[in-house]
């Protein structure tokens, strides 16, 4: 089984600043990983995944993450943040034969201000 | 094109009570998922279907919960008794294929006085 952890629960940030996110998986298997965002009262939104090749991945809204192997880890990031960016945001982690199976982190509330 | 459809999208009922919860995935998508949000518990998948036909309940927590999918275009999950420890939001999530990306509904509040 996998399991996520990240790291911050809660990230305040100023709009115009960098942001990042911490995520750390444990598997004993390959897996595939993934961002999600939550704004208020919605569902979740997909901003990038990894499932194979490059390690630096890029998604929508200007987002991007690494994948670490070696660390574990799958860290999102954002060079300038706007006021919109205020979310809740979710790193989840599947294996390659469960791919359905998605096991996601607490989840990391993001706060921009001006 | 429509998205992921959930209703009702809030719902207040009391202990006992039994509560239907709707999904329509995205047309032509081949696999749904419900999906569970607590404080407490965070995000947790409850059922898996592909096909129509479920392929992983392990998540259902117990049997007052059930779920159906009788076509590609609709699915319940059905609450009875339902208590107040079920109070959370569902969410309802379908995708296409094996492997891809998948798209969450707006989802439902559930609150069970």
């Known amino acids: 089984a996998q399991s996520v952890t990240q790291l911050d629960s809660q990230v305040p940030v100023f709009e115009e600043a960098p942001v990042e996110l911490r995520c750390n998986y444990s598997s004993s298997v390959s897996v595939y990983l993934f961002w999600y965002v939550q704004y208020p009262n919605q569902g979740l939104q997909l901003l990038l995944k990894y499932l194979s090749g490059s390690t630096l991945v890029k998604g929508i809204n200007g987002f991007e993450a690494e994948f670490n192997k070696s660390q574990t880890s799958f860290h999102l990031r954002k060079p300038s943040v706007h006021i919109s960016d205020t979310a809740e945001y979710f790193c989840a982690v599947s294996d390659l034969i469960s791919d359905y199976k998605l096991s996601f982190g607490a989840g990391t509330t993001v706060t921009v201000r001006a | 094109d429509a998205g992921v459809i959930q209703s009702p999208r809030h719902e207040v009922t009391e202990m006992g009570q039994e509560v239907t919860l709707r999904c329509k995935p995205i047309s032509g998508h081949n696999s749904l998922f419900w999906y569970r949000q607590t404080m407490m518990r965070g995000l947790e998948l409850l059922i898996y279907f592909n096909n129509n036909v479920p392929i992983d309940d392990s998540g259902m927590p117990e049997d007052r919960f059930s779920a159906k999918m009788p076509n590609a275009s609709f699915s319940t999950l059905k609450i009875q008794p339902s208590e107040p420890r079920d109070s959370a939001v569902y969410f309802c999530?379908?995708?296409?294929?094996?492997?891809?990306?998948?798209?969450f509904g707006p989802g439902t509040r559930l609150l069970v006085l």
């Open positions: 999530a379908s995708r296409v294929l094996v492997g891809e990306t998948q798209y």
